[in-house]
C-alpha cells in the first residue's frame, strides 16, 4: 500500500450523464475496465462497491481516474462529495481495486493493416479520450470497416458521433488508405 498523500478530485466531460473522478496517482494495474451494470462487476470490488450507491449507472475505471455515470433526475453537485469521499477512504485503506485473479493485455496484431491502426490509436486517439473520461478499444477490421469499442464517458456521449467520424474516422483514412469507415460496436 502507498502511504503517501492521496487526493481525488472531480472534472467534467463532454458527456454531461458522467463525472470523472481523477486521482494523483495510479489505482489500477493493467487494462481499463468498464462496467455498464452490476452485475458485470466480479472482478472489480471497488466498482461492485460504487454500485451499492442508488445514483450509480455505470462505472469505468482507467490507470489514475473512475468515471462514474449517474441515474437520471440527480444533480452532481449533490453527489460529488459523497463520491469523493468514497473513492478517497476506499483507495486510502488498500481496498482492492481489481481482484487477484484480474489479468490482462492487449496484443497488437500481426496484420500490418490492423497494426497500424491499433498504432494509431493507441498513440493518437487514447490519450485524447481518456482525458474525457473514456476509453476507445480496437474490435475488428474487415473489408475497410474499423470497429472500436467506445466505453467510460464516451458510451451514450452526444458527441461521441462527432468525434468518431470527424475524428477518428478522418485521421485513420487519412493515415491508413485501406481504411473506409469507422464504426462503434454497440454496447
Same mark, same amino acid.
Given at each position: 500500500m502507498d502511504n503517501s498523500f492521496l487526493d481525488v478530485y472531480a472534472e467534467q466531460t463532454p458527456n454531461p450523464e458522467t463525472m470523472k473522478f481523477v486521482f494523483n496517482r495510479n489505482i489500477l494495474p493493467g487494462?481499463?475496465?468498464?462496467?455498464p451494470s452490476k452485475d458485470k462487476t466480479a472482478v472489480s470490488p471497488l466498482a461492485r462497491n460504487l454500485f451499492e450507491f442508488s445514483f450509480v449507472n455505470g462505472v469505468f475505471i482507467m490507470n489514475?481516474?473512475?468515471?462514474?455515470?449517474?441515474?437520471?433526475g440527480i444533480e452532481w453537485e449533490e453527489i460529488i462529495p459523497i463520491v469523493r469521499e468514497f473513492l478517497k477512504s476506499y483507495i486510502s485503506s488498500g481496498e482492492k481495486v481489481v481482484s487477484d485473479a484480474y489479468a490482462s493485455g492487449e496484443a497488437m496484431s500481426e496484420d500490418p493493416i490492423i497494426a497500424k491502426i491499433q /498504432?494509431?490509436? /493507441?498513440?493518437?486517439? =487514447?490519450?485524447?479520450v481518456e482525458v474525457d473520461?473514456?476509453?476507445i478499444s480496437f474490435k475488428s477490421f474487415d473489408a475497410g470497416k474499423v470497429t472500436v469499442e467506445l =466505453?467510460?464517458?464516451c458510451s451514450g456521449c452526444p458527441?461521441?458521433?462527432?468525434?468518431? =467520424?470527424?475524428?477518428? /474516422?478522418?485521421m485513420l483514412t487519412r493515415m491508413v488508405p485501406e481504411v473506409k469507415e469507422v464504426v462503434a460496436e454497440s454496447l
Open positions: 487494462d481499463a475496465l468498464d462496467f489514475n481516474f473512475v468515471t462514474i455515470t449517474r441515474q437520471a /498504432e494509431i490509436l /493507441e498513440i493518437y486517439v =487514447k490519450p485524447a473520461g473514456g476509453m =466505453k467510460g464517458s458527441s461521441s458521433t462527432i468525434t468518431l =467520424k470527424r475524428g477518428i /474516422e478522418g
